[in-house]
């Protein structure tokens, strides 16, 4: 079994910066795609940033290109998410999933339990 646990998240003033990563349990992690996802209050989970098993695919949301970074390091089964330039609309509880390959859709099979995410104006 597959366990993912986010860690990183906070509260920090709009134009600061947080780093988000995921440690996955097992071997599965580096045999698998990973994505990062959102939900803020109200709001349905979205798609913000994925990454290939060897990390060569790597995809974001549009809006976030420039400003989020995500990486992994398949020897220590983690991997990252780096905002920076945050904005009060990053709000939000922040998962990360694995799935066998890479997608921009919510069809993961499996999710971590997620972190939240504050950012002040």
């Known amino acids: 079994q597959v366990r993912l646990v986010e860690s990183g998240g906070g509260l920090v003033q709009a134009g600061g910066s947080l780093r988000l990563s995921c440690a996955a349990s097992?071997?599965?992690?580096?045999?698998?795609?990973m994505g990062w996802f959102r939900q803020a209050p109200g709001k349905e989970r979205e798609f913000v940033a994925a990454?290939?098993?060897?990390?060569?695919?790597?995809y974001y949301k549009d809006s976030l290109k420039g400003r989020f970074t995500i990486s992994r390091d398949n020897a220590k089964n983690t991997g990252d998410l780096q905002m920076n330039s945050l904005k009060p609309e990053d709000t939000a509880v922040y998962y990360c999933a694995l799935r066998t390959t890479v997608s921009t859709r919510d069809d993961y099979d499996y999710w971590g339990h997620g972190t939240q995410v504050t950012v002040s104006s």
């Open positions: 990454i290939s098993r060897s990390g060569d695919m790597i």
């Open positions: 097992g071997r599965t992690f580096s045999f698998a795609a």
